[in-house]
């Protein structure tokens, strides 16, 4: 998996980003790529996570605090833990970063 962190995120929400950077990940799950083409557009999120604890790799990570204070909440697990995605951050000129791998 592949997330990009691009330095300025232009003709979204104010409320999307805290620091103008957004966070682009290239799903390959069946079930994602079906939800986003329903809803006819791309899913806003944040991590299911407070800043700082484990990010969770299947339902039943997710602290009930995260889960009562979503809208909803998908109980969608597949039969492996997942891969965490290598993230990089691309900058204006073209130069990337790599963040994780």
Do not use: W
């Amino acid at each position: 998996p592949l997330s990009i962190v691009y330095s300025e995120s232009k003709g979204l929400a104010k409320n999307v980003s805290a620091d103008s950077t957004i966070c682009i990940r290239v799903v390959d799950n069946d079930f994602c790529k079906a939800l986003i083409h329903k809803l006819g557009h791309p899913i806003t999120s944040t991590s299911a996570n407070l800043a700082g604890d484990k990010a969770p790799s299947i339902y039943v990570e997710i602290t009930d605090q995260i889960k009562s204070s979503v809208d909803y909440v998908v109980q969608h697990d597949v039969l492996t833990k997942p891969k965490a995605s290598t993230i990089i951050r691309l900058y204006e000129d073209n130069h990337f970063d790599i963040i994780r791998q």
